[in-house]
């Protein structure tokens, strides 16, 4: 696995670069929002499966609570998530074969999504995350939306908190735009760029 993940790796870069996008090298994501912060680093690789949920902890037993929020899998993409440990919520966005998902590991005490990620399929197969680490609720990094502007870009909102931020209102929102690579091996999601502004108070 390791030696198809490098090549991929390299072809992916190959490819890339040839398109004019830098690559950064691949490094240790932060946690929370942080990662937003420096240059995008790859974190998708063509060809691999979706991540498998975290263990449940103590926010898992929220779910008896929380059963209104959880979707019911509809199709072949949903069902691979939920075989994967993960719980859906909010409505399945689309544009072409590709397709953007919601899913959560647990829940707050208001039944918000904790430790959640959006996850792209393309034709039915994963093609990365739009986050190299799991998202919380009104945490900083948390993402708020996606928008397709067609089956080959995208762009996620992720919710920016300072030390000094009420939980119900940041004070900064960074866009991240992303672009969704067909290969070989399977597409593959790759960070282009990421812009921070200051939200209206």
């Given at each position: 696995?390791?030696?198809?993940r490098?090549?991929?790796?390299?072809?992916?870069?190959?490819?890339?670069?040839?398109?004019?996008?830098?690559?950064?090298?691949?490094q240790?994501?932060?946690?929370?929002?942080?990662?937003?912060?420096?240059?995008?680093?790859?974190?998708?690789?063509?060809?691999?499966?979706?991540?498998?949920?975290?263990?449940?902890?103590?926010?898992?037993?929220?779910?008896?609570?929380?059963?209104?929020?959880?979707?019911?899998?509809?199709?072949?993409?949903?069902?691979?998530?939920?075989?994967?440990?993960?719980?859906?919520?909010?409505?399945?966005?689309?544009?072409?074969?590709?397709?953007?998902?919601?899913?959560?590991?647990?829940?707050?005490g208001?039944?918000?999504?904790?430790?959640?990620?959006?996850?792209?399929?393309?034709?039915?197969?994963?093609?990365?995350?739009?986050?190299?680490?799991l998202?919380?609720?009104?945490?900083?990094?948390?993402?708020?939306?996606?928008?397709?502007?067609?089956?080959?870009e995208?762009?996620?909102?992720?919710?920016r908190?300072g030390?000094?931020?009420?939980l119900?209102?940041?004070?900064r929102?960074?866009?991240?735009?992303?672009?969704?690579?067909?290969?070989?091996?399977?597409?593959?999601?790759?960070?282009?760029?990421?812009?921070?502004?200051?939200?209206?108070?």
């Amino acid at each position: 696995m390791r030696g198809r993940r490098a090549g991929a790796a390299v072809l992916l870069a190959a490819g890339l670069a040839a398109a004019g996008t830098v690559v950064a090298d691949a490094q240790a994501p932060a946690r929370g929002g942080d990662w937003l912060d420096r240059p995008l680093s790859v974190w998708n690789w063509p060809g691999v499966p979706p991540p498998r949920a975290p263990e449940a902890g103590e926010e898992a037993r929220n779910r008896q609570y929380c059963e209104a929020s959880i979707r019911l899998p509809t199709s072949e993409v949903d069902r691979t998530l939920t075989e994967a440990g993960w719980f859906l919520f909010s409505a399945v966005q689309g544009w072409g074969d590709a397709v953007v998902l919601m899913a959560n590991a647990a829940w707050d005490g208001m039944c918000r999504p904790s430790q959640y990620q959006f996850f792209v399929f393309v034709d039915g197969r994963f093609a990365g995350t739009l986050s190299p680490v799991l998202m919380d609720s009104r945490t900083d990094g948390a993402g708020q939306r996606v928008t397709l502007g067609s089956d080959r870009e995208l762009t996620a909102d992720f919710l920016r908190y300072g030390e000094s931020d009420p939980l119900c209102c940041p004070t900064r929102l960074t866009e991240a735009r992303f672009q969704i690579v067909r290969g070989a091996e399977g597409p593959v999601v790759v960070p282009l760029g990421a812009a921070t502004r200051a939200l209206p108070r």
